[in-house]
């Protein structure tokens, strides 16, 4: 099977996010990557209201593109905290277009910030997967792994010089039985 030369700078791609867009050429600051398009829904209609899916992209508080439809390929442009794209919207032209906003080399995932309430609404509830947040986590997790190690080594000292000195303390004979130190009267 020969390779297929393709004119466009991306490929989709498997992601650890499920599917993704990504970066076949060098791609330039600034340098628009690809439009995002579906069909236009009007809030004012209430069937065009109620449809629900992630596709969703707004453009305004009236209009929205439903950017379900299999040929939109920037539906598979996934979020980043920190994003080498951004989104370009044009309400009036009811068009979005995603733009570079750092070089992105051949290889790399395009991705661009969804915003707070897609991210309060799909993405927190079960975690950023973004590269820049999976590195956070990874971070905090070897610091608690570090902190329970430190936490671990102070209570085995501790317990280490308790041994210590319980097996230290003289036993005293008295009466011909042992005695750890402690005085008190004998219960009849």
């Not at 996010?17 to 579906?38: D, N, S, V």
């Not at 820049?132 to 905090?140: Q, T």
């Not at 005085?183 to 009849?188: H, I, L, T, Y």
Request: aromatic share 8%.
């Amino acid at each position: 099977m020969s390779a297929i030369s393709s004119q466009k700078p991306y490929r989709v791609g498997r992601s650890k996010t499920g599917l993704g867009l990504f970066a076949t050429k060098p791609i330039k600051k600034g340098t628009r990557i690809i439009r995002y398009f579906g069909p236009i829904l009007d809030s004012r209609i209430p069937e065009q209201d109620d449809i629900e899916n992630k596709y969703l992209f707004e453009l305004n508080g009236r209009w929205t593109i439903d950017g379900s439809v299999r040929k939109n390929l920037a539906r598979y442009i996934n979020h980043s905290c920190r994003p080498n794209a951004e989104s370009d919207v044009r309400p009036r032209e009811r068009k979005v277009f995603i733009r570079a906003i750092r070089n992105i080399e051949p290889g790399d995932e395009i991705n661009y910030d969804y915003g707070t309430d897609y991210f309060k609404a799909y993405l927190k509830p079960i975690g950023c997967k973004c590269e820049s947040c999976e590195k956070k986590r990874k971070k905090l997790r070897a610091e608690a792994r570090a902190e329970r190690a430190k936490v671990k080594a102070r209570t085995e000292r501790k317990a280490q010089k308790a041994g210590a000195k319980t097996a230290s303390v003289k036993k005293k004979k008295l009466n011909g039985k042992h005695f750890a130190g402690k005085v008190g009267r004998a219960k009849a």
